[in-house]
């Protein structure tokens, strides 16, 4: 797999609210990977916009915690 970058996850913006990093993208959008995504070991943030996709270089000890000190679970969707 080829990746237009390799970003350092200390490069990248972090949203609380959307548990969210996200990186500018040269086609003007922004680069994406959430939170539950790296716990679960991905590291590719890829552009919605355009097919360019970068690896995030991070140490998963160093991802932020929930307030109770524990990793937070993703959302699991449901058929009914």
Do not use: H, W
Request: net charge negative; hydrophobic share 40%.
């Amino acid at each position: 797999m080829s990746f237009y970058d390799e970003i350092e996850i200390e490069d990248m913006t972090y949203y609380e609210a959307t548990s969210l990093y996200t990186y500018p993208c040269p086609c003007g959008d922004q680069f994406e990977i959430s939170l539950y995504d790296l716990r679960d070991g991905e590291e590719v943030a890829v552009c919605p916009s355009c097919s360019l996709q970068i690896r995030v270089i991070f140490d998963a000890e160093n991802l932020p915690k929930d307030e109770d000190g524990a990793a937070p679970v993703a959302p699991v969707a449901v058929a009914a």
